[in-house]
């Protein structure tokens, strides 16, 4: 089991490495913020990938550096918001 230092390391190096990402992630929910404010609704299917999209990506950085913990909590995130596997009712 690792210690709470070595958990908040790998998370300080997950941070570090893909920074340049997590500012392509902050800038898209700010379009995506500006275009549900003109006024576009999304179906719920688009808009579950829309939002599941940058936990897949964190999921990805997580198993990339070894950090199974975020890997599996992302990606179990991601599926909560992909709607694509519902069936039409």
């Known amino acids: 089991m690792p210690t709470a230092d070595q958990i908040l390391n790998g998370l300080r190096e997950i941070a570090n490495t893909w920074k340049a990402l997590s500012i392509l ?5 700010g379009v995506y913020a500006v275009v549900l404010a003109i006024g576009y609704r999304p179906t719920k299917r688009f808009a579950g990938i829309l939002l599941g999209l940058p ?3 964190v999921s990805a950085s997580a198993w990339m550096q070894p950090n ?7 990606t179990d995130r991601y599926f909560a ?3 694509r596997r519902q069936t039409a009712t």
């Open 55 to 57: 936990f897949l990506s």
């Open 81 to 83: 918001f992909d709607c």
């Open 25 to 29: 992630w902050h800038i898209y929910f």
């Open 68 to 74: 199974p913990v975020n890997g599996v909590i992302n």
